[in-house]
């Protein structure tokens, strides 16, 4: 079991590696396009900032949160967006400064929640370990998102644990995401880790069952890869139909992602 420690030395560890994949980029490289929606390496790295403050805000700024989740109401679809795209026309030089002081400010609200109390959120309230689970699924995903497209190869890590257990837990969610009721199976995942260590969930005797590569289940559970380019499988139909909508992330699912051969260059 992760304890509130082990998973923000993961986190740091992970926004690390991306803080030096962006920090000697020239201003016209920041403005490279990372997705097909058309966000740039500087939107990637405005996102995660806002979430970072924001996440500190749930902590410590109640009055400061409460007006975030008026606004987020009032534009449900496009809130998130429009405050990325904002912070991301920040310069470089201000922007990358300001997302790791926000990184610091949050590990200090996160370590300074009393034991047993859970930070509010867009969704249910979460523990600390939950939220910084989802923040370093996020920047994982996020650094994925620019690594690509400034044609880094990432490195396979252990870390990507984090992501899987919050693919598998999101089960119920995923579904419900999608207007589907949530299938009354329980699916025993058993996934391979890029150390060679078996990470598994669920009931070893359940019927429905996935398995396959941990990286790769990762890649598919944060929508940066199709089924078809990844090494996982399922037994079961509701374990298949799973695969086909599983999502790590809060809100709704976006575009389903195309498989590789399929994709256009992005501009």
Not at 23 to 28: G, Y
Request: hydrophobic residues 40%; aromatic residues 8%; contains cysteine.
């Amino acid at each position: 079991m992760s304890t509130l420690d082990t998973v923000l030395d993961d986190l740091a560890a992970e926004s690390a590696q991306l803080d030096t994949w962006v920090a000697t980029l020239t201003p016209d490289q920041w403005t490279t396009v990372t997705t097909p929606e058309g966000w740039t390496v500087a939107h990637q790295i405005a996102h995660l900032h806002w979430t970072d403050v924001t996440s500190t805000y749930a902590i410590n700024d109640k009055e400061a949160f409460d007006a975030l989740i008026v606004a987020a109401l009032e534009n449900p679809e496009g809130y998130i967006d429009q405050a990325t795209d904002e912070l991301a026309q920040e310069p470089p030089e201000a922007l990358l400064p300001a997302w790791r002081q926000g990184r610091t400010s949050l590990v200090e609200a996160l370590r300074s929640v009393p034991d047993g109390t859970k930070v509010p959120w867009f969704g249910p309230p979460m523990s600390p370990v939950s939220m910084v689970t989802a923040r370093l699924m996020e920047t994982w995903a996020h650094g994925h998102d620019v690594a690509e497209a400034l044609g880094i190869s990432v490195p396979r890590t252990d870390r990507a644990r984090h992501v899987c257990h919050i693919g598998v837990r999101t089960f119920a969610f995923t579904h419900q995401m999608r207007g589907e009721e949530v299938p009354d199976v329980q699916v025993r995942v058993e996934l391979t880790a890029p150390s060679g260590e078996l990470w598994t969930w669920g009931p070893e005797d359940a019927a429905e069952r996935v398995t396959g590569d941990g990286w790769d289940f990762a890649l598919l559970a944060t929508r940066r890869r199709h089924r078809s380019d990844v090494d996982v499988h399922a037994e079961g139909a509701a374990a298949d139909h799973w695969l086909d909508i599983v999502q790590a992330f809060a809100g709704l699912p976006g575009n389903d992602p195309k498989p590789l051969a399929e994709r256009t260059p992005l501009t």
